[in-house]
């Protein structure tokens, strides 16, 4: 993923609750996803890249199917330090979750600011690695439309069919934001709404974070605050993911500084005009870690 666009100072001058209704004319932006088509440059067919222009109504957080899973699989595993066969069996298990195919299929087949059938591309390594943890509380700072939070409360739902029971704390400004998770699947959900400058810390107080996804602005001051935070509430094992793919240099700069291991899974895409968004995460073990540098 490229560095951040023009896009990020707009919304933010908008506000959530203007970048969610322009969210539901999407499908009719066609010009604005032939310039992103264009700028993107991803070589695909011309019948892929048509569909998307006329039809497909993302334009950011995008929904993809994986072309190197076996490849991103094998390098998860190898920084988590678990059996490849056994990443591939929780891959396998969101293949089949019936929340994350048919019935969420049938939620949004009447939306149109949603494709009606939804991949999780990038989003089935979170999966994975929810699996792999089975952190005691998992935190991620922007929601969006809320496939990762759906898919992050599906391996919850396994991991507490495991005896490893877990929750999820969201954070977004947007008050909208969320709408793919039905209600019957918000038990283990502690969503919160606001900005995380107020309402990151207070939500992690008394937590133990095992896994920490970072998606809200990926500035340097925005995203050493979250880490941060998450490092101060941090299990004997943390693993904070970058939301920008790895484009911002700030978690890679903090592994170095706090004893972290740092890692960088490339993510393609398939048949898509987006090329997918690589997975940049750091590990760190309590044992490990330094403190925070003056």
């Known amino acids: 993923m490229g560095a ?33 088509m264009r700028s993107l440059g991803t070589d695909i067919g011309w019948r892929h890249r048509l569909t998307y222009v006329l039809l497909d109504p993302e334009t950011e957080s995008f929904s993809y199917e994986l072309e190197n899973r076996v490849e991103m699989i094998g390098a998860l595993a190898s920084a988590l330090g678990r059996p490849q066969d056994e990443l591939a069996a929780y891959a396998a298990e969101a293949d089949h979750d019936p929340e994350l195919n048919g019935v969420l299929a049938r939620r949004v087949r009447r939306r149109v600011d ?92 008394g937590r133990r974070v095992g896994l920490f996804l970072q998606d809200t602005a990926h500035t340097e001051e925005n995203q050493r605050f979250e880490f941060n935070a998450a490092l101060a509430y941090a299990a004997n094992r943390l693993v904070l993911i970058d939301g920008s793919g790895g484009w911002a240099p700030t978690l890679r700069e903090l592994c170095a500084e706090r004893g972290g291991t740092y890692h960088h899974v490339p993510v393609r895409s398939r048949d898509h005009v987006y090329p997918g968004l690589n997975v940049a995460f750091g590990v760190f073990e309590r044992a490990a870690r330094q403190p925070p540098t003056t």
Request: cysteine-free; glycine content about 8%.
């Open 4 to 36: 951040p666009s023009v896009k990020e100072p707009l919304k933010r001058a908008l506000g959530p609750v203007w970048v969610s209704r322009a969210r539901h004319l999407s499908r009719l932006r066609w010009m604005t996803k032939y310039r992103l």
């Open 114 to 205: 949603v494709k009606h059938h939804l991949p999780l591309g990038h989003r089935l390594a979170w999966y994975v690695m929810a699996r792999a943890l089975q952190p005691e509380t998992i935190v991620e700072t922007g929601i969006y439309l809320g496939l990762g939070s759906l898919a992050l409360l599906r391996a919850l739902e396994r991991n507490e069919r495991d005896g490893r029971p877990g929750t999820l704390i969201s954070i977004d400004a947007s008050p909208d934001a969320g709408t793919l998770v039905r209600p019957e699947l918000r038990a283990k959900w502690h969503w919160v709404t606001g900005l995380t400058s107020d309402r990151l810390l207070p939500a992690l107080e």
